[in-house]
Structures are given as C-alpha cells and as structure tokens.
C-alpha cells in the first residue's frame, strides 16, 4: 500500500468515515485511494469553506469527526474562516493538507506557502507526515488529538510523495476516545456552598451541558436553589424546543447583554466561557459582567460536564427523581400579511417537524428566532460560534450527512450566504434534506446597527455602499437553481407557508428566498 | 481627526485612491470616514477573495497599488489565496485588516485571532498601527513597501481603536515611487559574452520585461542573435497581439515543458525565475532545463528590465533603428459548429476588440487560447499567477476598474470560477465592462489529467466524483442572473458568435456560458 492509502485505512479504523473535500493535483493519490476504500464518503464542495463548514456541522451532530482534504496552503486558506468558527464551538476535526512533494518544495513552484504558519492559528495542533512509513503514526495521532475532549482542530500536512511512496509499516492503533475527566469533589462542593450562600447567581452553560441530560440536571438545580440558567451567546449545539429545560443565551447587543446580567453577583461556568462583548465598542465595557461579580469556572469545556451537574445537584442534596419545568409545546398560529423577521420565527416555529436540527446563521433578521422556537418540537440548535460568517449553508450541509433521517431547517442571513453559497450545490450533488430559508433583506443589517454603536453615526452614501446589497438585489432562487436546488420567493406570510409546507412535506433540498 | 481619517489622508497622498472592501464591525470607522473621502472609491465584494482578487488585478492594470479592507483574521484568511496569487505575481497591494480594539483582545472574543500568522505567508511586510497616533506613520511605509519594485504585499493591521480614537499626530510623508535600480554593466556584458559564445541560448522574459516596449529590444537581440524568447508559464501580464514581438510561453504540463527545453544550453534570466514543474511528478525532474544547463540571473524582477535589454542590446552592438519581426493582425474565419474549447479560442482572436484586457483563468480547456490570441487585436494579457484557482472573476473586475474605457474578456474555467462567483455581483453594481465566457466542462478536468499524470491511473467511482462538477451541472446563466449579470448560452459556435457580438457592441458586464 502507498501512504495514502495508509492514511484512509487509519482514518476508517478510527471511525472516521467521512471525507468532505476539495482536492489538488497534490492530492490526486488520497483521491485514487478512495477507490479501493468504499466505505470513505467522499463528499465533494466546490469551494474549500463548504468543505470545512461542512465538516464542522456533521461533527456537530455525529459527535464524531470528519476529515477534510484540501489543495495547499491556498486551498487551506480558503477553508480558515469555517475552521475557525469550528475551533471556537470546540467542534473535532482532521484537515489533511495536500503539499508538494517535499523534495520539490525546494524549487519554489507557484504553490509553495508556509502550510504551517497559516494553520497553526486556527488549528490545536498541526504535524506533517514527512514520508509513507509516517503517515499511519501521524493521522492516529491527529485523530486522537481530534477527539480530545471537548473537540479539537487537527491539522495534518500531507506531502505528495508521502502519499505516493510505497509503505510496509504496519498500520497505527488508533486508541479509543479519551474519557471526559471528572470535575473534582473539591470544586463541586465551593460551588455548591457558594449557591447554598444565596444572592443572584447564574449557572453558565455551554458546550456539552446543553444536551438534553445535563440541561435537566440544571434545571432540577435552578428549580430547588432559584440559581438562573444561562447559555453563550453562541453554542455549538443546544437540545432546544418542547419538552427540554428552557434556557436563554446572553443577548449580542452589549447594552441588551450588560442589562440581562446587571445584577448578577455570582456566575458559575459549566463548560462555558464568561460572557464577554463580540466587538469592543468606546466607552463600553469588554465584560458582561459587573465588575463586582465573582466568577467561578466549575467545569472546563472537555470535563465530563453531565457528570458535573449530577454531582453538584447531589451536593445540594436535590433529589434525582425531582421534576424540573420543561418548555410544552405550543404551535403558535401562522403568519399572515406583511413579511417580517418576526413573521418568518413564527412559521419555522408553527411548522417545525419533530426531532429537526435548525441551522442558525439569521444572524441580524433572525435574532428573535431562538426565542420564538423555544416551545417548538423538539430540535437541536446549531448555530455560527466564531463570527466568521459563511458557516451555515456548510453547516447545513454536513449536518444533513450526518443525520439523512433528520430535517435540517437553514435559516440563513442573505449576506452570510453569500460567502459559500456554493453549497447549495452540494445540497443538491448529494440530495440532502434541507430547507433553507434566505432572510432577505438585501443589507448588511448587522453593520446599520454596528455603525451607531461604535459612535460612527448614520451611513452616508459612500459607506451606504459598504453596507447595502442591493443596486442589483441578488435573486436567490436563481442562484438556486443555478445550483441545482428548487427554489421559490416568498413576499408574504402566505406564500412563505405554502413554499414551507409544500418542502417540509418532502425530502430533498429547497431554498425559499423570504423577501424582509 | 481620528486614525481612520489619517489612514485615508496617507492613502489618498501616496495615490492609492481604489478600496477594495468587506468590512466589519472593527472596520466602521473607516468606512464612516469614506464619507468624508469622496475622492476615495470604495467597491465592495460579498466575499473576500472577490476583493483581493480585484485589488490584484487592479494593479495590474493601474500599475499602482489598491487598497483592501478586510475584517479580523477571518476575513483576511478568506482573501488569502488571490493575495497568494498578487505575491506570485509581484503585485503591489495594501491590505487593512481590522482588528479588535487592543484592550479587547485579552478578552478572547471570538474573532480573536492570531492575523499576524495568517498574514505573514502571503505578505512582504506586516506591521499594526498601535494607535491612533501611529497610524499615518505605519500607513506611509505601508505604501513605501508596496510600491518596492516590483511590487510587494504590505499588511497594515489597525485595531478598531486606533481607527476611533483622535490624533493630531502630522500626516507623514510618503515618499515618491522607489526607482527600478540599473542591472550592472558588468553583468550585461557577461550576458552579452555568454549569448556571443553561441550554442542554444534562452533569454527568459518576466514581469516587466512583457511590455511592448522591452518585449521590443529583446525581439531585436533574438532576431539579432538567434537566442529564443521565451517567457514563464505564468506572467502577471503581457503586452499581446498584433504589432507585439511575439514571445511563446512555458507549457504547464511537465513533458511539454521538458521538450521545449530539451535542447537549451544556456538561460538568461530577466526578471523571471528558471522554470520548475508546476507539481512534482513521480520519477520526472523538477527543474525543466536539462541537467547541464546554464543558468545566469541577469536581471531581478524589481530591476529596471527595460534598461537592461537596452543596454544589452548596445552591448551586443545592435543598431537602436533595427526592426525585429512583430505579430501582423490576423483575424481568423469565425468558427462554425460545435463548440469546442479551440472553437471558443478562434473565436476570441477573430473578434478580440481593439485595447483588451484579456484575463485568462480558462486552466485546461484554454491551454491553447494564448496561442490562438497572438495575431490577435493587440491587448493586455493577465492570467492566474500562484496556481490558487479562483482568481479570474475578481481579477477581471479589478482591471476594468482600473481600465474603465477597455473591454475586458474574461475567460473562464467554469471550477475555478465557481470560487470566486461573487465578482459577478461587484460587476453588475460597478457596471464594469466585462465580457465573461465560461468554459464549462463540468469537470475539474486538469485533475483528470493530473491524475494519470502522477501515475494514480483512471478514476473509478468514487474518484469521479471528485473530479467532476455535474449531477447537477451548473446553469451559469442563472448563477450570472441571480448576480445581477445578463447571461446567455451557447452549445453552437454560431450561438456562441452571435452573443459576442452582441456583448461586444455595447458596455457594462455580460456573461456567455459555453458548453463545450
């Protein structure tokens, strides 16, 4: 066998079994590889921030990581924001990065980057496999560091001719995922004396802590001591909707967030960071927090944060049979009328089918929207975690590869979709299930507001320009269907219900562009 | 005023009057500050690489750099491959990639990132502005080092306060163009001994050396002398066509290459490096000279080539008044049936208009477009200089920026523009003059070939689906459409004719998609 097929069989041995992937001429042996390795999903994007967005969302809901081939440094650099965005939602992955051959490195080819200098940024970790005899040793290890807990970026650079060169070495054992270390008895039983000393104390979750489990644990918590439950702003995944534990996330506008956590003396970190604002603003705090507030980090994103909660609700001695408010569903009635942001909530919250995964990059149209679909059917919330926008159409994508019995409802800003709207033709290359819902409203919205906020006053037409979409509008179900996806425009209620109806009803991509 | 004024002001003084922009939060203080800058033209991209891409081909054609506007390390990751390309290609530029305000950035937001990492692979220079104060300072080296011949990348990070805050710091000084430094005498008359001696000499052409005016002297020593004029397989752009010395070019497939070179025993290099396979290949060379070959380094690209080949030529005693063959117009008869990618190239050259800017991302299916184009209406040629695909829409749409009373022929592969599709947007909004034909194959067809190439065999299933682009194919007229872009489709030369003609006779963006 060669190094690259040294390198599939290690992955599958792994479990890592899906591939999303731009390759290079670089990587042509990983390609011919998968000929003899079926059991690889290979599945291709035609821009290397679908591979890597997708990758980030079927980890997301596979809790398991992909692998991403991708051409060079360039190809590497076109992937970045999208890894990036998965490194701050602790998502595991394993980008394989195609080099020239290494002896040709030398010779400067048009190609040559310094691989390295652009992953280490957005990478935990980043390791070359110099030769075919190493490749084995070297992807065992990245995904092992992939699986560390919480989740890790692993970044492999893979030069041509160790995936060319013939290899005998035996193939790497690939040890079995870490465990989630335990939160210690000494840690828990401070938190629970401070929450037993009273006064307004906030429990902060995050990563893990907002699966279903652990979030009934905090809710039983919440229910017997009267602590509040709070979530980041942005969290990679959260089991949301009727009959899980409601739970609120820190507001994005710094005024709204500094306001919601004025009076909070006390803040317990499960897995999550304190909240701290996205961009600095003059004469805004950095904090969320009062000055004043003690901050206590309980648990680390990678413990075992379920086991954590257990045990500090059996600390407070809160019984595991008690029963803690879950949210019921409620159908709201559906829209009619005029298209709103609001509207738009209202129906995804009306039509939502069971057991969906909603895709949440509404980013400025779409900041209600979590409220709204509180008391919906039950769901999971994946949602952009970085800021680097372009990650939900991606995000969409892979989580639809790694859940094909799911619906996956996309509920996309048009100016983020933008940035990697090449993955609708994925959507339709692999017939994935989801809806996509283009909140169209032809501006950047988010930087209108932005501009106030820093103090920089209303746009003129110069900046104007920086801020609009429009002069021309996109048309979003041509763009579509020039990807091969169904599409239909939505400019009221009505019509919205009906295009969501009539996609909710059957399998396969869909795009409705809702006019705002 | 504030640091984003004195950003402006030292732009503005040191002539760069052209911002490329996808800004941000950090950035809106710069954006506010365009409205008191009309003299500035700020263009926006809806994705970063749409923005750098055009900032390179700008200057290109404007030969002076353009400003970028990028947010945070995300946004300069997405615009890094076409900076990859203007680096390649010896462009200059200047990159302003926002940043968080320095206090901020111990708090780790989450589009905290490490921009200096990201930056330094494709950069010459990096350097933040620190504050407010600093900022004119490190805005007029930034200016100094892009404007180095032959052109360099400098990356100026501003943090979001240094954009806010006040300063009454003097604006600096920048200071006028760099001149190109003179190739010594010594090293002209120990080219002009070695060309003397006789045997098959190679004078290897690059960068500036590809205007009309050095193309013309090095025409006059080959005809003078009988050394070949070659130029390298990329060039960041060439003076072509009728009433041009003509020059072929090194082909991108290795064979090809090592063939044309065979026999060459001597190689000068002006303002070009020796060329080197584009990818290494199992058991063939990376050098595409012979072994023995002797290779001299005349002249540096940031060398005055011009006066170089002067002063060869002199120092050969060539007479200034000799007249050395150029390329006579030919239009070649207008193509008939089915369209094939030679059918696209013939009809280009037949009605290629007066003064074009032909921009070349067309991969395999134009690998003979350059040929075809040499007796063509005589016009500037710009191609893919890194290898990083996804970089001809952009590029197109910066030169007719820079060019506004130039057609622009945009020639096009249809995978690679599909990295880049965005531009479209830009070039509806900026009503830019540009022509687009899209080659569409539907398929990454360079890797087929790359695939044999490194000896990896033909594609079985799974392979195939990496390299090709279809089920679904792209509808690129309603890709263009939903762009803002008029679009038409040709499967038949005669079609295809008909919508040039038709895109020729008047102005503002078209695009044809070509199903060959």
């Known amino acids: 066998m060669n190094g690259a097929d040294a390198l599939c069989d290690t992955l599958l041995a792994g479990g890592v079994d899906v591939c999303f992937a731009n390759p290079g001429t670089s990587e042509m042996h990983f390609v011919a590889a998968l000929d003899r390795k079926p059991q690889m999903r290979c599945v291709l994007g035609l821009f290397e921030g679908v591979v890597t967005g997708a990758a980030d969302g079927y980890a997301r809901m596979a809790d398991k990581p992909a692998a991403t081939l991708l051409h060079t440094g360039p190809g590497l650099a076109n992937g970045l924001a999208n890894i990036h965005n998965a490194k701050r939602g602790n998502t595991p992955m394993i980008n394989v990065v195609g080099d020239h051959a290494t002896y040709h490195l030398a010779y400067d080819a048009p190609l040559t980057t310094d691989i390295e200098s652009l992953a280490r940024p957005m990478s935990h970790w980043v390791k070359s496999a110099p030769t075919a005899d190493a490749v084995s040793a070297v992807a065992a290890e990245a995904i092992a560091e992939a699986r560390t807990p919480p989740g890790r970026i692993a970044t492999l650079i893979l030069p041509a001719d160790a995936a060319w060169n013939e290899t005998r070495a035996p193939l790497s054992n690939v040890p079995p995922p870490a465990a989630r270390p335990a939160v210690s008895q000494e ?274 037409r110069n900046a104007q320009r920086m801020l609009d979409l429009d002069n021309p509008a996109l048309d979003w179900t041509a763009l579509a269907k020039g990807s091969g996806v169904e599409a239909a425009r939505a400019t009221d209620c009505e019509t919205l219900v009906a295009h969501m109806k009539a996609a909710l009803s059957r399998r396969g991509p869909f795009l409705i562009e809702a006019a705002i």
């Open 187 to 460: 840690a828990i039983r401070d938190a629970a004396r401070k929450i037993r000393a009273g006064g307004a104390t906030t429990l902060m979750l995050s990563g893990a802590a907002l699966r279903e489990k652990p979030l009934a644990v905090a809710g039983r918590i919440a229910a017997a001591t009267g602590v509040r439950l709070l979530s980041q702003q942005s969290n990679a995944r959260l089991e949301h909707g009727a009959g899980r534990t409601p739970i609120a996330r820190v507001p994005y506008p710094v005024d709204q967030a500094i306001a919601m956590l004025a009076d909070v003396q006390r803040m317990i970190l499960v897995g999550a960071k304190a909240p701290v604002g996205f961009f600095a603003y003059p004469g805004k705090p950095s904090a969320m927090t009062p000055a004043d507030c003690e901050i206590t980090r309980l648990a680390e994103p990678g413990d075992d944060l379920l086991g954590c909660l257990e045990a500090l609700a059996d600390e407070l001695g809160i019984s595991r049979t008690t029963q803690a408010p879950v949210a019921q569903l409620q159908r709201p009635e559906l829209p009619t009328g005029r298209l709103t942001p609001d509207a738009i909530a209202t129906a995804v919250a009306a039509l939502m089918p069971d057991n969906a995964i909603v895709c949440d990059e509404s980013v400025t149209s779409g900041r209600q929207l979590f409220r709204f679909i509180g008391a919906a059917a039950p769901h999971d919330y994946i949602q952009l975690t970085g800021g680097a926008i372009g990650s939900g159409l991606p995000m969409a994508a892979g989580a639809a590869i790694a859940c094909p019995d799911r619906k996956v409802l996309s509920l996309q800003a048009d100016g983020s979709a933008m940035y990697t709207l090449q993955a609708l033709w994925t959507m339709a290359r692999e017939d994935l299930d989801v809806l996509t819902i283009i909140f169209s409203n032809r501006s950047y919205a988010i930087l209108r507001g932005e501009l106030r906020q820093v103090g920089a006053g209303e746009p003129g």
